[in-house]
Nanobody
Framework: QVQLVESGGGLVQAGGSLRLSCAAS????????MGWFRQAPGKERDFLGS??????????YYTDSVKGRFTISRDNAKNTVYLQMNSLRPEDTAVYYCATSSRFAMTSRAYDYWGQGTQVTVSS
């Protein structure tokens, strides 16, 4: 089992920044990638990017929708992955989730452990 606890969401004005954290515990050694997703009301859950737990996995991957604005990083000593979000827009408003997978994937069904989600609201 892997437990994921997210924090850092909130209300921010357009153009502002937030940093989300995802702290992992349990059998994290079995999960090689951490992904970030978001889901806006009435919409599907969208993949944003992912990072490998170890350096062997290469650089973080980002979708075009957030590339250049969002940065994924990790602190292995703390078993924590971060999502730094800059230049936020009202359309970034959503519930943000972290999740783990044994492999690189961009679809939610490949991820088997999920955080509880944290609300991010960007006001115009």
């Amino acid at each position: 089992q892997v437990q994921l606890v997210e924090s850092g969401g909130g209300l921010v004005q357009a153009g502002g920044s937030l940093r989300l954290s995802c702290a992992a515990s349990g059998r994290t050694y079995s999960r090689n990638f951490m992904g970030w997703f978001r889901q806006a009301p009435g919409k599907e859950r969208d993949f944003l990017g992912s990072i490998a737990w170890s350096g062997a996995g290469g650089s973080p991957y980002y979708t075009d929708s957030v590339k250049g604005r969002f940065t994924i990083s990790r602190d292995n000593a703390k078993n924590t992955v971060y999502l730094q979000m800059n230049s936020l827009r009202p359309e970034d408003t959503a519930v943000y989730y972290c999740a783990t997978s044994s492999r690189f994937a961009m679809t939610s069904r490949a991820y088997d452990y999920w955080g509880q989600g944290t609300q991010v609201t960007v006001s115009s």
